[in-house]
């Protein structure tokens, strides 16, 4: 993919672009990359902050942490990702700054002055975010907020997830870094560029209900992002960056990922969804509206993201190694280490983290993989540990097999993903299909604890979307502004535009027993889990009782 990075006025169209890269930052480095051929940098700025055990930790964690045991080639990281983020979100806020400049003497100076005033900040600002948007995610990343991060057993309290802890590495260590080094560089404002980082870093509201940081006093009511009328620019480099429905982070690891694992998602025109994107104000507020000219594009991309969701962040391989991987840190040893490691790191010794990588965990476990007695790592795990090792190393099968997917729309299944009483019905569901698959086939030596079901769901559009606007602007165009807008709800949006969002139940059963049961015995199997599925849904076939006319 060959991305442009100078650009100029175009003539016939009338239709402007980010002005030359020279012209607004003094770009001084480059980096090669595999997406944008090259990536510039400032060396006085960005290699200070890129040079700290922060950001170089993440050349130690894949981007999609096991499926290279799916995908051999995806072996890219989250560094790589990054750069990327940091790179795609320039090009998107100078496109964004440029269309401003174009507006400042139609919209009121309070709503363009600090985008006029503070253009290199806001440009700065909106690529070092991008450069830290990750830094908070463990060793195999969402498994580890899954099994650790979000686990209250796990380590006597919760995290919540890699955004809390990559804001409290950030307000903690790299702030007052980041100030100095933009001090001694000189020429911007380094107060306004910490203010901006503080409002892309702060984890969104709507964590706060699940951390327990607040109670330990580690978090207070001002390290939760909350959008604020006086703080546009502040807005913008968050929305530009991840919390919005095109943002830098998804337009690169859609892009990124399908490369690496050449799933074949189509073309994401990420260079027109960017030149598309216009500002409007709205109730005061300037909003970024996509020309209704790239809405086909967008729609392109929500569904390749839908895509990517279904064949690699969840395929049903992927996820089973991640189930495998989820045995592993339950013994004692590693979670002993890891609490060690996170508990050290809320007490301030925010350093210890670099000892937490995918390489680092793996080599533990590799260490473990040929020691004769596991039992002084994993007693609490038994036999599984020594199956999930040589699942890892040695054969590459994880523990569980695919019986069957199933795929339905997620408004069917909305009931059963419902905060509380969802997780209850789910728990239901499971536990049925194991008793009556348990007790059908008992002959054939399964027990209830050799099936398992999980359930996820793919939403039509990223939830980061709505966290600061639930609503998509669509520009009409003419030239290089817009003449006018309309305003829409996602829902509406994505329902009007046929992006559905998809509910996936995959049932899997122990490997071992798996390979002892007969195709006729599995096809029945199925059928009984099918049913029951099917039932929770309100898609069974209702049974009547036959009557005479």
Not at 146 to 174: A, C, P, Q
Not at 495 to 516: H, N, P, S
């Amino acid at each position: 993919m060959v991305i442009v990075l100078s650009m100029e006025k175009v003539e016939k169209t009338g239709v402007y672009q980010p002005i030359s890269l020279l012209q607004v930052l003094p770009f001084d480095g480059v980096v090669r990359d595999v997406i944008y051929d090259y990536i510039p940098y400032i060396k006085g700025v960005e290699s200070p902050i890129i040079d700290t055990w922060v950001l170089q930790r993440l050349r130690y964690l894949y981007q999609l942490q096991l499926a290279h045991l799916v995908y051999p080639s995806a072996t890219h990281t989250r560094f790589n990702h990054s750069l990327g983020v940091m790179h795609v979100a320039y090009r998107f806020m100078s496109q964004l700054l440029s269309r401003i400049e174009v507006l400042k003497n139609k919209l009121p100076r309070e709503q363009t002055k600090v985008f006029l005033n503070k253009p290199k900040e806001i440009l700065v600002a909106t690529r070092i975010a991008g450069l830290l948007h990750d830094i908070g995610h463990g060793p195999f990343s969402h498994s580890f907020d899954k099994y650790v991060l979000k686990n209250r057993s796990y380590l006597g309290y919760v995290v919540g997830n890699h955004e809390v802890l990559g804001y409290i590495i950030y307000r903690d260590y790299l702030r007052d870094h980041i100030m100095k080094v933009i001090k001694n560089y000189g020429g911007l404002d380094a107060e306004f560029v910490a203010e901006l980082l503080d409002e892309a870093m702060k984890p969104p509201h709507g964590m706060r209900g699940f951390t327990d940081l607040e109670k330990k006093g580690l978090l207070s009511l001002a390290d939760y992002y909350v959008p604020h009328p006086d703080k546009q620019a502040h807005r913008l480099v968050r929305m530009v960056v991840r919390d919005f429905l095109y943002p830098a982070d998804i337009v690169d690891y859609l892009v990124r990922d399908s490369y690496f694992t050449k799933a074949p998602i189509g073309v994401i025109n990420m260079d027109w969804l960017i030149i598309q994107t216009y500002i409007v104000s709205h109730e005061s507020i300037l909003q970024p509206a996509i020309s209704s000219k790239a809405l086909d594009d967008l729609v392109r991309m929500l569904n390749a993201r839908r895509f990517m969701y279904k064949n690699v962040y969840l395929h049903p391989v992927n996820i089973a190694f991640d189930e495998t991987m989820g045995i592993l840190l339950k013994c004692d040893a590693m979670r002993e280490f890891i609490a060690s490691v996170i508990d050290k790191m809320l007490e301030g010794e925010l350093h210890y983290y670099k000892a937490l990588t995918d390489y680092s965990i793996y080599g533990m476990l590799h260490r473990w993989s040929i020691e004769e007695d596991l039992d002084k790592y994993c007693s609490n795990v038994g036999s599984e540990a020594r199956k999930a090792l040589q699942s890892l190393f040695e054969y590459r099968k994880p523990k569980w097999k695919k019986l069957i997917r199933l795929e339905f729309d997620k408004e069917e299944a909305r009931h059963l993903f419902t905060k509380g009483i969802g997780m209850d019905f789910m728990e239901i569901i499971e536990k049925r299909i194991r008793k009556e698959l348990a007790h059908k086939f008992r002959s054939k030596g399964v027990r209830e604890r050799d099936f398992k079901l999980l359930a996820q769901v793919i939403d039509p559009y990223p939830s980061s979307a709505k966290e600061i606007s639930e609503y998509i602007y669509i520009a009409r165009t003419i030239g290089d502004r817009a003449i006018d807008f309309t305003v829409k709800h996602l829902d509406e949006f994505t329902k009007e535009y046929g992006i559905r969002g998809e509910a996936l139940f995959t049932l899997y059963i122990d490997r071992e027993k798996y390979e002892k049961i007969d195709d006729d015995d599995l096809k029945r199997m199925i059928d009984y889990a099918v049913t029951i599925i099917n039932e929770a849904l309100g898609k069974a076939e209702e049974k009547k009782m036959p009557e005479t006319a």
